[in-house]
């Protein structure tokens, strides 16, 4: 760690590490009554207090001490939102250790691969995730216990699951005494894997420093905006980047908390912000969509729900209008990464943009907003030069910041960092006013003649066509320009699309050279396990395809 | 310092100090347009950006290194809220010295004390000051120049100060290069001396890394709420405790800044508010005061104010029912202290509260609110003992968190804290939701037969009357009850009002024996150096004064 000059004098202010104990320890004393809400695995209502969850994170503490568990190791959790989960994110953190969140829609494969790297001691897990555990409870060498997110009650027998114990016990048997420790706020506190499309998943290793601060950033108005006067449903998974740090930024703003459990259908969600009266929400597009498909189809509306973030994949334009214009739910669109904890950006618009006309503020909204205040960010061209803010000129993103990684967990891929700045593997513009625009990832960039097409642009024109359900857009090989894009089209059930009719609805919304040059109407596309499109999977597929234009 | 154990693992995140100049940098180069325009003290209005703002701050930097002006050394400040100021803010502590703003209304002696202490190597000067400068100038050894902030068109002949510089030239001259340092983020970064009623005046000696989180803190929405939609008019000075830290959470939260120089009357803050589209602003009530009547007299109304924190002192109900009934401002209570950077609670309502009656949110507005995350309460007895948070137990308020001194600059008070909280001088209840409400200053809580009466809830309801202009309530001796609360009233001019109706407007408002046991009636109360009226000289003067209970 680098270590800078010491002023000759010194500041004379209280000299506290930040800690990730000091978030629950705050909303236990400051809003003990603030509630907690979980919906189950079990299937029930679960309601308590931060008072009490801190009060059970510090039994639970106790049990980790009991159970062997020493400061800096590794704690995994495979694990829906809720209650018990948010006692691990404290519980496991705040005595020393390190909480890895696993994403349990990885390949099992991936999961044991993930384990044995982490070298994960004990694995904690709700029950919805048994048959997995089955599966590689053998193959994992380091665990050396597996402890089942339930009560007596609900204990699977005969799982052949070695060392298996009950959470409920666990904890219950624990006196609350456990007193949070003090240590240096770079210690490490939670490790999350990014489910790599290539290679093995690498882990970013958050310290309680970036964490602290993070949460700090994020709450902020220009960012997720989180106060006590708002009822806080976390879609985005505790397994997914700390869910965007909300399990953070949540308890220190004294908000309520509502936790989904698995239910993420429509149908479940909407019940569950209407009796308990959702304020703001976050999550990626694809839960939107089935929330907001439900609500259209049976003609519901929000009674409390005003706000929403959606990140991890850029916002359809079609369903930011039916949210804002229709539902009346203002949408804030994020971009950040796993490596960035995740919050690099949020598009609020600012006070010179109230004057505009409602479409020109749209427009801004589209974009992915401005960087929050700790992360600096910039464009760069393929040597690394520093690319022009106006708004059209594109560029390999690169950030830095307190809550950026400077390397993966036991890795050997030596300096990931390029001058100091973490190379995001996007590609984007920056306007004057600092809205960044993720334009692609480097690798879905089209290189069409020397020039850069972005594929995202080209699939939400595809996604805005009332008869596309799905819409992938990637660079195929051309004779003559190197790269030309294909689009690849799910269409809506029971509807029609010609080719000739998809091509001709791009006049007009984009440069002639940037329509793409043919496409290909599929069943389905294939998605990884944090939802999102394989690109890499269709460019292989349709390598070979042959181009009319070739 | 206190050094923290590190854990076996640490944390693989960027390794970056909390700077001041990185917000600087950060606006810089995010909102390099947005505008900060501040009335002058020349009397026009001057109008530049971020960018412009952060270049003529480097030139600064370069300027101080030129004067020999080295790390950690104090360069002082004597003007009012205005560019040039802020300028001073980063420029001083971003090359790595140490910003000292110094409250101009403190009496000649006091400030020659407080720069003498402080070893102030340069004085940087409004114009307006021009006269105490000249008075004190040959006093203050350790001063090796005056900076006037102004043009060579404005600059004072024959003054007699030695070493007089002119602000523009000294910019002007300097090359716009200078690239801000790195160093620990422990450094000290800027010195404010409190005015204590007595006694010398006491150094608190900030850091950069309190000066960023407090920053980060006070930007939250359960605090200021600052974003970049806001227009943000500081009322209070920039001499006094960083004006609440806004030169710094306003520029990392990207929103326009308005500063209004020395006019702090009604008409032309009023003036500027609508010029402007000031959305924000934030002081101490007699600014609200003065600019409430300048309104109402005139029959006015805000375009574009929306928002103001008060604090300094308790917002008395009256003018805060005005600004939000009458006005449509909200308004957001707050409390801390020089020693705090200054923010300890703001208030604002929960979820919980969006059901109840106007009333009873109006009973919570009153509060001085809940404690911002970082900051830590609790109330105690006279040994010491940590009492309920009922709301209504009364205890002496002690805090803690990393924007708290730890003792004061250049002190031989030894250690000012109790058992690592700092004391605030400050009574109050805490309520079970968490809300803080300060009842009055430990040396002016008036003790009767062992029970302890607050004088700011009695002079509360006397300024409730429409015929009270100013109140103040103090103890005085009693033979029976050691101390019985007398209230000393100026009367609106014009009005009249009897001893006994003044008393009986408190009949059901507190318990009987709260009621004070006499009135008297004064032309003027006798007011310090930042606006607070001086208790202890109105004790001094009724000493003497013979109750008729007595």
């Not at 809400?37 to 209502?45: F, L, M, Q, Y």
């Not at 308590?48 to 994170?57: G, K, L, Q, S, V």
């Not at 520093?386 to 990684?405: I, S």
């Amino acid at each position: 760690m680098t270590e800078y000059p010491m002023s000759p004098l010194m500041g004379q202010m209280m000299d506290q590490p930040l800690l990730i104990s000091s978030i629950f320890a705050f909303a236990a004393r400051h809003y003990g009554d603030t509630e907690i809400v979980s919906r189950r695995v079990e299937g029930d209502i679960h309601r308590y207090t931060y008072r009490d969850c801190e009060r059970r994170a510090r039994k639970l503490a106790h049990a980790l001490a009991g159970l062997g568990v020493k400061t800096g190791e590794r704690v995994a959790t495979l694990a829906w939102n809720g209650y018990r989960h948010m006692e691990l994110y404290y519980g496991v953190s705040g005595s020393g250790a390190v909480l890895h969140t696993i994403n349990p829609r990885l390949h099992p494969e991936q999961i044991a691969y993930i384990v044995d790297h982490a070298e994960d001691q004990f694995l904690f897990f709700d029950l919805t995730f048994l048959p997995a555990i089955e599966l590689m409870a053998r193959q994992c060498k380091t665990v050396k216990g597996y402890v089942a997110l339930c009560g007596r009650e609900h204990m699977p027998a005969n799982t052949g699951i070695p060392m298996l114990m009950c959470y409920e016990e666990l904890v219950d048997a624990a006196p609350p005494d456990f007193a949070w420790p003090q240590f240096d706020e770079r210690s490490a506190a939670s490790l999350c894997y990014t489910s790599g499309t290539t290679g093995n998943p690498k882990g970013a290793l958050y310290s309680h420093r970036s964490t602290v601060l993070h949460a700090y950033a994020s709450a902020m108005p220009n960012a997720l905006n989180v106060s006590s006067s708002d009822v806080v449903l976390p879609v985005v998974p505790m397994f997914h980047v700390n869910a965007w740090g909300l399990p953070y930024s949540v308890p220190l703003s004294g908000a309520k908390m509502v936790y989904p459990g698995a239910a993420l259908d429509g149908k479940s969600l909407y019940e569950l912000f209407e009796a308990e009266g959702v304020s703001f929400s976050a999550g990626v597009p694809t839960v939107w969509l089935g929330l907001v498909n439900h609500v259209l189809q049976n003609d519901l509306r929000f009674s409390t729900f005003r706000r929403t973030v959606i990140g991890g994949s850029a916002c359809p334009p079609a369903l930011m209008d039916t949210l804002i214009d229709r539902l009346r739910v203002q949408v804030v669109h994020a971009w950040g990464m796993t490596e960035m904890s995740p919050l690099g950006t949020a598009c609020t618009l600012g006070y010179r943009h109230a004057a505009l006309p409602a479409e020109e503020q749209r427009a801004v909204l589209r974009k992915q907003g401005h960087a929050i205040y700790g992360v600096d960010m910039k464009i760069v061209d393929d040597d690394g030069g520093e690319l022009p803010w106006d708004g059209t000129t594109y560029g390999h993103l690169l950030v830095k910041g307190p809550w950026v990684v400077s390397g993966y967990y036991r890795s050997d891929e030596g300096d990931v960092l390029q001058d100091g700045w973490f190379p995001t593997g996007d590609v984007a513009t920056i306007d004057g006013d600092g809205y960044l625009h993720i334009t692609d990832r480097s690798k879905d960039v089209i290189k069409s003649g020397g020039e850069w097409i972005g594929s995202i642009d080209l699939e939400n024109i595809a996604m805005a066509h009332p008869a596309v359900l799905q819409a992938a857009c990637i660079g195929v090989p051309h004779p003559r320009w190197s790269e030309r894009p294909l689009l690849v089209v799910v269409r809506r059930p029971g509807m029609e699309l010609a080719r000739e009719d998809l091509l001709a609805f791009y006049e007009g919304k984009v440069a002639k050279w940037w329509v793409p040059d043919d496409v290909v109407f599929a069943d389905s596309l294939p998605v990884g396990g944090t939802g999102k499109i394989q690109k890499n999977r269709l460019r292989d597929l349709y390598h070979e395809h042959r181009l009319p234009t070739a």
